[in-house]
């Protein structure tokens, strides 16, 4: 009995270690735990960073501690639902259970890998803060720091196992995670700090936690701040705390309760041969079905798909609508470049819908059905391959169609945004080349690489910094530093961002066509269209080095 005592910690602590290297191992979790509030950082610190508040301090060193905060929201609450919810619907965890390990150590491994993960996301935006800014630290603060940020971790860890408890699948785990984190974010002063709220908005923020984690965690940077020590936020935290923990307790299940792989719907090309064979002169003749009908068909079961995906519906539809709505709540009667906040807004928002739908969602569902072997058996069915990637491909133009004219309406009824219907078709022009150019990329990626894991984090992991550098989230009359805008004008978002700004500019005149950026683009398309078909090879066979589960968007991913 006295020699087992010393290594019962030992279960624990193996898996803590596998829990961690699973972690790092995970590109789309690292990416947005470490990468991306680290690329907030620079991007935002290098538009705004050396200017200076009415007390004479850099607006950077208030940068740091939001920044930080996102980071450890991702991995303490994000991922830490999804990776638990796929452990629980792949049968891991009721397998963990049967082993000779105590039950409160699987789950703690799991927690202290996002404690890890959140402190390490912290530590890599504090130090390039400090040394590529010149953020001061204030050392009487420390302790305060480090209480806030335990308190903080624990609060989302403990209301992540919460929402896992209480969703049935992956998918809907992931759904609500980024569904309720990311608009949180705006209201919570990560995103936006400092912004004077409308009072509904501010009550909503003020009562859920991360606003709360958000200002303790920026009291600890403010100079002259004494310990900084802030009771009333870690109040909060500490009773949110006990609420995530006490559902957590409740409602969680070890055992899988539904469809827990997270794909999107229906393999994606299974039925397309069924559909085939209930055409009733297929079985009767020797007719073939019609290039025509093979498309379609591939068509509307890629929009069946997507229908049923309520993450990739989110963030392509609802999410800039989300934006076009918030934003011009938030900042009032503020103008850009001479047009109010909606009017720029929108081009910017339909160019984001468009660029996901072909460069994200589309890559992704092929590179899924590749690893599923699905485009390998295609091989011995009536379908050609060319007609089951035209057909999501035309899914992806259609959803971007959509968008704009969601979109569009969004910001014509509820904002007073003005559209020359003369213009309409220079928007209609745009959007279509726009999605067809991020549809050739988005395939010429999948092509190019092996695994979809590295895909999906390839995907996002550049969609996203591009967003801010050309000007569809950064929003202001400051310019970008030149470093940034070459970058921009090197890719083809922003010149489909300024060609759709063109079309919907209330004071343009003419057809609104800007034929110099679209031009850029349909470079871009051709270069995409060419990889493409050189590399048409890799749809053929089947990807064997991969296991693809349903990625977290913001979009975020998370692998698992």
Not at 58 to 80: C, E, K, M, T, Y
Not at 121 to 141: E, K, N, P, Y
Not at 283 to 291: E, F, G, L, S, Y
Request: charge should be positive; charged fraction near 10%.
């Amino acid at each position: 009995m006295d020699d087992d005592r010393p290594a019962r910690p030992r279960p624990t602590l193996t898996l803590s270690r596998h829990a961690v290297r699973a972690f790092f191992r995970n590109p789309m979790a690292a990416f947005f735990t470490l990468a991306f509030p680290l690329v907030f950082l620079v991007i935002i610190g290098s538009l705004v960073g050396d200017e200076r508040t009415p007390e004479g301090v850099r607006v950077v060193q208030f940068l740091v501690a939001p920044f930080a905060v996102f980071g450890v929201a991702q991995a303490s609450f994000s991922v830490l639902a999804i990776d638990t919810a796929i452990l629980r619907e792949s049968g891991v965890l009721l397998r963990l259970r049967g082993a000779p390990v105590p039950r409160w150590s699987v789950l703690v491994s799991r927690v202290v890998a996002s404690v890890v993960a959140s402190f390490a996301s912290f530590l890599l935006v504090g130090a390039v803060g400090v040394l590529a800014f010149g953020v001061t630290l204030q050392w009487r603060t420390l302790p305060a720091l480090v209480v806030t940020l335990l308190a903080g971790t624990a609060c989302l860890a403990a209301l992540g196992m919460a929402l896992t408890s209480v969703t049935r699948t992956v998918l809907a785990a992931q759904t609500a995670a980024q569904g309720l984190l990311i608009p949180l974010a705006f209201v919570s002063d990560v995103f936006i700090v400092g912004a004077d709220l409308p009072g509904w908005l501010s009550a909503i923020g003020t009562a859920l936690p991360l606003k709360h984690f958000a200002d303790a965690a920026a009291a600890t940077f403010e100079p002259g701040s004494g310990y900084a020590f802030s009771p009333g936020h870690l109040a909060v935290l500490a009773l949110w705390t006990v609420v995530g923990a006490a559902v957590a307790v409740w409602r969680f299940g070890w055992s899988p309760r539904g469809s827990g792989d997270g794909r999107k719907g229906p393999p994606p090309a299974a039925p397309a041969p069924a559909e085939v064979l209930r055409q009733p002169s297929a079985a009767a003749t020797t007719a073939r079905p019609t290039a025509v009908t093979l498309l379609l068909g591939q068509t509307r079961f890629a929009l069946l798909g997507m229908r049923r995906d309520a993450l990739a519906t989110f963030f392509t539809l609802v999410f800039p609508a989300l934006i076009l709505v918030l934003f011009p709540v938030v900042f009032g009667s503020a103008r850009v470049h001479g047009l109010t906040m909606a009017q720029y807004l929108l081009p910017g928002m339909i160019a984001y819908a468009a660029a996901l739908a072909g460069y994200v969602n589309l890559p992704e569902s092929v590179a899924a059905a590749r690893a599923d072997g699905v485009l390998k058996r295609l091989g011995g069915t009536p379908l050609p391959v060319r007609w089951y990637l035209g057909g999501r491909v035309l899914c992806a133009l259609l959803i971007g169609v959509l968008g704009a004219v969601v979109l569009s309406v969004v910001a014509v009824v509820a904002q007073g945004v003005r559209l020359d219907p003369v213009r309409l078709p220079a928007v209609l022009l745009a959007v279509v080349l726009g999605g067809a150019c991020f549809c050739a990329l988005g395939l010429a990626l999948a092509a190019a690489l092996p695994r979809l894991r590295s895909l999906t984090a390839i995907t996002l992991g550049t969609l996203l910094p591009l967003c801010f550098v050309s000007e569809i989230f950064v929003v202001g009359e400051a310019p970008l530093p030149g470093w940034l805008r070459t970058i921009g004008d090197v890719f083809p978002l922003r010149h489909l961002m300024q060609s759709l700004l063109t079309a919907t500019r209330p004071d343009g005149d003419g057809s609104g066509i800007a034929w110099s950026h679209l031009a850029v683009v349909a470079v871009w398309a051709a270069a995409g269209a060419v990889v493409t078909a050189r590399r048409r090879g890799a749809f053929a066979g089947a990807e064997h080095a991969a296991t693809p589960t349903r990625p977290l968007r913001i979009g975020v991913a998370v692998h698992r």
